[in-house]
């Protein structure tokens, strides 16, 4: 954990079933996006096929936390792992809008993966 002047920032890295989310809460700034960048390098070293970064705790954004994760998604272009962001505030969407960077992201909802769906098996009686 980082502390910054009005909020604690925190970064985690969970894995399993070659996915890797990592887990963001605090202000990303110019104090804290390197360390991002290192957490989200460490899940990309990982056997995984995707990597999803959870933005939904992040209370701050400026053009440093960009930087990071741009450079954090080149990496995983060539490593061949999908990246995508998860659960981005509303402020920060405004950062990437006013930016031109949507259109280079991919974005989900959750950051937890979507799973198949099985087709309902017999009711036992």
């Given at each position: 954990?980082?502390?910054?002047?009005?909020?604690?920032?925190?970064?985690?890295?969970?894995?399993?079933?070659?996915?890797?989310?990592?887990?963001?809460?605090?202000?990303?700034?110019?104090?804290?996006?390197p360390y991002l960048e290192r957490k989200i390098n460490e899940a990309l070293a990982l056997p995984i096929s995707g990597v999803r970064i959870d933005l939904g705790d992040v209370t701050f954004f400026d053009s440093s936390g960009l930087h990071a994760l741009l450079r954090a998604q080149s990496a995983a272009n060539e490593r061949g792992?999908?990246?995508?962001?998860?659960?981005?505030?509303?402020?920060?969407?405004r950062v990437l809008e006013l930016t031109g960077m949507?259109?280079?992201f991919r974005f989900r909802e959750s950051a937890l993966p979507r799973l198949p769906v099985e087709p309902p098996g017999p009711v036992a009686s």
């Open positions: 954990m980082i502390e910054t002047r009005s909020n604690p920032f925190t970064c985690r890295v969970l894995a399993a079933s070659q996915r890797a989310i990592v887990t963001v809460s605090g202000d990303i700034d110019i104090g804290t996006a792992i999908a990246f995508a962001l998860a659960a981005v505030p509303r402020d920060a969407m949507t259109e280079r």
